[in-house]
């Protein structure tokens, strides 16, 4: 057991220590790599902030193979998660619950990143569920799909670079550790992927007998170019929208039916558009709050068939500077 002149000094020597790192972040904190005149660091060290998160994919088709039109309309079950982050000096870190998972009423999973810089934005999200249902009309056939009857994987990413880095922030519009202060825009290049696979159930046979064994898997790669735009309204309002459409440069698909490979159409044409939006409310220099909507979506056009997908992100925040 040390002798109180020693805690004294442990205690003296722990204060400096976590003075000499506070003094770090703080220099790399206000280091910013913006025109001060459009955006700028809020005050206060501390950002604290309760956000409500809901999530949600969709898949239509429509085609004619062999003169047999099909259309199907399918969707997988609404993510819904409160969460609270706690920022210093742009250090983040947060707790997120699922209500519905505790109770057992969600069964799938969801990950979703983001990062932001000046330049450089990036957004991924991997997906996996057995909720996807929805209804499949083959002539005048309707079959309807249920919740365990395939299972779904999908990772979506989409990159973003800013040329005019210096005057236009999607962190001001995303995660709010900048302020817009006067409206600007920019061009964007980025790239996307998308991929994933959708298989009948291992266990679908014992509750559906007729049900076929069908396997789709999926990779799409495109680049392209787009514009983002900040718009600040009086000193409070910030508004934000943003859309990068890619042309897909790398496409593989496979589909396989009871065990037969089915060869892939010639491809008409296909992208994956990817768009932002964002409504941002600062109050004060202390209080905020704010929406923000990240959409990816993706249009497959060949011989046989149209496949869109729409996968998408809602936040609703409210937040607190300190």
Not at 170 to 185: E, M, T, V
Request: charged content about 20%; hydrophobic content about 35%; glycine content about 8%.
């Amino acid at each position: 057991m040390g002798v109180p002149g020693q805690i004294t000094a442990q205690k003296r020597t722990f204060r400096q220590k976590i003075m000499r790192l506070d003094s770090v972040l703080s220099v790399r904190y206000y280091k910013i790599p913006y025109d001060t005149n459009y955006v700028v660091r809020p005050e206060g060290r501390w950002t604290l902030k309760l956000t409500a998160n809901q999530t949600g994919n969709t898949f239509h088709t429509k085609g004619n193979i062999n003169g047999i039109t099909s259309k199907a309309n399918l969707s997988t079950s609404h993510k819904t998660t409160i969460s609270l982050a706690a920022s210093y000096r742009g250090l983040s870190a947060a707790f997120s619950l699922n209500p519905a998972k505790m109770k057992g009423i969600y069964k799938d999973y969801e990950l979703n990143l983001n990062y932001f810089s000046s330049r450089i934005s990036l957004d991924f999200s991997y997906q996996r569920s057995s909720s996807l249902s929805g209804d499949i009309s083959i002539s005048d056939r309707i079959e309807n799909i249920q919740q365990e009857d395939v299972a779904l994987k999908i990772v979506n990413i989409a990159g973003y670079y800013a040329f005019n880095h210096r005057k236009f922030s999607f962190p001001a519009a995303f995660n709010q550790n900048y302020i817009q202060r006067r409206s600007a825009g920019s061009w964007l290049a980025g790239i996307s992927y998308q991929g994933g696979s959708i298989i009948t159930a291992e266990d679908i046979k014992a509750r559906r007998p007729e049900a076929r064994d069908v396997s789709f898997k999926f990779g799409h790669l495109g680049i392209g170019g787009g514009y983002g735009y900040n718009l600040v309204l009086g000193r409070k309002w910030l508004l934000h929208l943003s859309a990068l459409p890619t042309f897909v440069v790398y496409n593989r698909n496979k589909l396989t039916i009871e065990g037969e490979e089915i060869g892939a159409k010639h491809m008409r044409f296909h992208m994956i558009f990817n768009e932002r939006a964002a409504v941002i409310c600062n109050f004060s220099k202390r209080y905020f709050a704010g929406a923000t909507l990240v959409m990816n979506n993706s249009v497959y056009d060949n011989d046989s068939g149209i496949i869109n997908q729409n996968k998408w992100r809602v936040r609703a925040f409210v937040g607190l500077r300190l």
